[in-house]
């Protein structure tokens, strides 16, 4: 029990040695490091299921979800224990740009364990969206040979229309000949006189017409119901050659959680929820922090640091007025030597000077 009390108060980031000379502050600090290892392992589970979702492995999945985990566990214990309480105004600005990165980060745990708690519905939704997307492929691929279509489709029935002409002028021909000859129809006289005669000849000369038509035309006919033939055979194999793989990443996952939650208010709001959930566990400490009162922890802890903060100014001053009083030293001592030098050097230059007028004296002495 005491190492399990141990483990929490560590993760809480408080100083054990400060904290154990007020326990009345134990349970508070316990209670901010359970909650912030379970943050952690949380983290864990929603970076190991999104990892899962890319790799498709275990053994990825464990090994990243680990190391997400103990790096989110790290920055919130740091987020959490770099705060010190000093009452007042203060405290809440010290607060905000931690409280923007815990909310941060409940965001980005929450979002996988969000698709994992509505995988079901997820699951669904992407059967829709990967038929649409495969609709959306083989749209594009017939779009590519729709034109071409078209246009041999297009020539093909005026061609066709040209000889379906022909036909169509070449059976009422056929017929209005025979009508004459059984009497059924035109003169209603049953004869094989003149009239059938110019009537059978019109019909043969319409069947030339045709004949001669479709000897010019079907050549091209069949040409274009080749053409036809051929370009929906390619939008086919383009069609079969497109790629098919699994669909269902982590962005289409996302999409189909937003899908769902466009057309579901019980969904959108389950999903508000949950995000808000995990913003409420990441901030919990950081607000535990900051609407407590300052405990006995806090002024042992501020006058640890006081302390340290005190010798250190006190060391750094007791070193720059060393500093200072030796380089005065350098600098008088460098003055007076200078000055001193300086002396003697005038002396040096009189007594080279009185000797050189005494040596100028006596010669001119010797020369009277």
Known sequence: MNSLKDFFIFCSGADRTILDRVPSDENKYLGIGGTIFFTGVLATLSA???????FDSYIMAVLFGLVWGLMIFNLDRYIVS????????GDFMVALPRL???????????KPLELKIFEKEIDAELIVMEQETFKEQEDRVNARFAGGITAAENELATLQAEVDAKTTARDAAAAAALAEADGSGGSGVRNMGPIYRAKKATAAQAQAELDETLAALQPQIDAKRSEITTLRAEAAAGITSLERGAYGGMAARIDALDRLGSRSDAILMASIFITLLFIAIETAPIFTKLISPRSPYDHLLHEHEHVYAMEAKESITERTNNVKNRLRIHTEVGVHQTTADIAAKKAEIDVALREHRKSLGDLGLGLG
């Open 48 to 54: 190991g299921y999104a990892l899962y979702t890319i």
């Open 82 to 89: 770099s705060m010190k309480s000093k009452g007042g105004f």
């Open 100 to 110: 923007a990165m815990a909310i941060l980060l409940a965001l980005v745990i929450s």
